[in-house]
């Protein structure tokens, strides 16, 4: 099994993730498509945390690039282990990259989104727990931006969706790295009885 191989493909699979994380962040600064709000300053505060635009985006692209360098199986085993213990530690950092997206997506997710409301400017649904989620009919106290609560959960649902998916795949690569570093020392002992 080429574990170098597993790896480099791991790391072709961050970059999507990584690119929809940075677009998905940048929508969040321009709700219902107007820069106006943004220019008035009247955002959430977890827009301003750049959770797919540091943790889950720019951040994902150390471990991305470590797996996609890591070149083919050479069949030296030695190179390959040492390889793949610096995936292993690059693996470390896309996790507390998908982590840090993760947890503050969720927690946006449960404040709900900076409205105009009848009673000024507030987080309508900040003490709602999450529960605003199943009440639809609840979202038109925001009524400025337009569908802000529509727009909030679906951009903070892609977060969390490729986070996941991001901390998985660096999971993956840890028990990858991990299965080379137990296993590929098996390698030394059939050269060695190859070469007897």
Known sequence: MCTVGFARSLGFALLPLALGCIVANVLLFFPGGEV?????????????YF????????????????????????????NE???????????LV???G???????????MLQGPFCF???????PFSNAG???????????????????????????????????LQF???ILQIFNGLVTAVCRPCCYKQEYSLNA
């Not at 994902?60 to 690039?65: D, E, Q, R, S, T």
């Not at 409301?117 to 987080?123: P, Q, S």
């Not at 529960?131 to 649902?157: A, F």
Request: glycine share 12%; hydrophobic share 45%.
């Open 36 to 48: 106006s709000y943004l220019q008035q300053e009247r955002l959430s505060w977890y827009t301003w």
């Open 51 to 78: 959770m797919g635009i540091g943790g889950g985006g720019v951040l994902m692209f150390l471990p991305a690039g470590v797996f996609i360098s890591l070149g083919k199986c050479t069949g030296c085993c030695w």
């Open 81 to 91: 282990s040492f390889m793949m213990c610096g995936a292993v530690m690059a693996s």
């Open 94 to 96: 896309g996790l507390a």
């Open 98 to 108: 998908s982590g840090y997206c993760f947890v503050i997506s969720a927690i946006a």
């Open 117 to 123: 409301t009848d009673l000024g400017w507030m987080y």
């Open 130 to 164: 999450g529960s605003y989620l199943l009440e639809p009919d609840s979202w038109l106290k925001c009524q400025q931006p337009q569908h802000i609560v529509e727009w909030n959960v679906t951009l903070l649902s892609v977060l969390l969706g490729l986070s996941a």
């Open 168 to 170: 998985i795949i660096c």
